[in-house]
Nanobody, 121 residues
Framework: QVQLVESGGGLVQAGGSLRLSCAAS????????MAWFRQGPGKEREFVAW?????YYSDTVKGRFTISRDNTKNTVYLQMNRLEPADTAVYYC?????????????????WGQGTQVTVSS
């Protein structure tokens, strides 16, 4: 069982930065591929970034967002720079025990409650 708790969301102006954190319970954090997803108003949940040794990003955030993880702290981060109004969404971290198909929401067993990010123009 893994519990995930996100923090760090908020309101920021376009062009600004935010850093999200996701703290995981349990002693097997390193056994999971970790990812960030987001869900904007009226939209489906979409993949943002993945970390499991290597990293992978959606095309919409590549070059602006950076995912990192600290297995000693059971925490995964998402540094978001040059934010745009289109980045407004609830951001979720998620844990994938299979390390397969990282862009597929159905591969994730555990999800956090989400943290709201709002980017004003």
């Amino acid at each position: 069982q893994v519990q995930l708790v996100e923090s760090g969301g908020g309101l920021v102006q376009a062009g600004g930065s935010l850093r999200l954190s996701c703290a995981a319970s349990g002693r097997t954090f390193s056994s999971y591929g970790m990812a960030w997803f987001r869900q904007g108003p009226g939209k489906e949940r979409e993949f943002v970034a993945w970390s499991a040794g290597s990293t992978y990003y959606s095309d919409t955030v590549k070059g602006r967002f950076t995912i990192s993880r600290d297995n000693t702290k059971n925490t995964v981060y998402l540094q978001m720079n040059r934010l745009e109004p289109a980045d407004t969404a609830v951001y979720y971290c998620a844990a994938n025990p299979t390390f397969l198909d990282p862009m597929n929401v159905r591969m994730y067993r555990y999800w956090g409650q989400g943290t709201q990010v709002t980017v004003s123009s």
